[in-house]
């Protein structure tokens, strides 16, 4: 059974920096491109950021661009999303999802539960 | 990287159908046979209903089938049931590693 479980969520100040994390299992993780996706409160689902199985290609929604950064760790079944310079407009709930292709184009198959980051002073 | 156009809200009666439509440009929906539709329950996660425009993964029921024309793809619900209420999201490939959403779709079963 395919499993997403995030973590790192919070309560953070307007510029301060947070890193979510999210550990697969259920599948072979480095067979498949990763992503995040976002869900401001009582929003539309937004996609923020993906990764290929091998990292070497990455792209960035426009909103975070030069603010957020995707990682991932094959060896350990992991996702990371590092956020910097944290905004309001960045509270959601971050969704680590899993891809249905190994590169780019695929669909998004499976979801985690969520992680919730709230920026507010 | 806008994000794709959906009605806020589409409705039908038990039995009947309903087409949601979503809308982009030749550098998303239009470019690539890369859209899919995704259903989500209140505070539930989104799940996958249709993938590569049309194809259905194993378990989604029959009755939901994807399209696309042009710059519009479209999810079409048949034999609509009141487990099919729930919210509708669009998604394509938008080229150079990036994706994008619809605004989403609030069906609701008559």
């Known amino acids: 059974e395919v499993q997403l479980v995030e973590s790192g969520g919070g309560l953070v100040q307007p510029g301060r920096s947070l890193r979510l994390s999210c550990a697969a299992s259920g599948f072979t993780f480095d067979d498949y491109a990763m992503h995040w996706v976002r869900q401001g409160p009582g929003k539309g689902l937004e996609w923020v950021s993906g990764?290929?199985?091998?990292?070497?290609?990455?792209g960035y929604a426009a909103s975070v661009k030069g603010r957020f950064t995707i990682s991932r760790d094959n060896a350990k079944n992991s996702l990371y999303l590092q956020m910097n310079s944290l905004r309001a407009e960045d509270t959601a709930l971050y969704y680590c999802v899993k891809d249905k292709n190994y590169d780019s184009g695929g669909a998004f198959d499976y979801w985690g539960q969520g992680t919730l980051v709230t920026v507010s002073s | 990287q806008s994000a794709l156009t959906q009605p806020p809200s589409a409705s039908g009666s038990s039995g009947q159908s309903v087409t949601i439509s979503c809308t982009g440009t030749s550098s998303d929906v239009g470019g690539y046979n890369y859209v899919s539709w995704y259903q989500q329950y209140p505070g539930k996660a989104p799940q996958l209903m249709i993938y590569e425009v049309s194809k259905r993964p194993s378990g989604v029921p029959d009755r939901f089938s994807g399209s696309k024309s042009g710059n519009t793809a479209s999810l079409t619900v048949s034999g609509l049931q009141a487990v099919d209420e729930a919210d509708y999201y669009c998604?394509?490939?938008?080229?150079?590693?990036?994706?994008?959403f619809g605004g989403g779709t609030k069906l609701t079963v008559l």
């Open positions: 990764i290929s199985w091998n990292s070497g290609k990455i």
């Open positions: 998604s394509s490939y938008a080229g150079s590693n990036n994706w994008v």
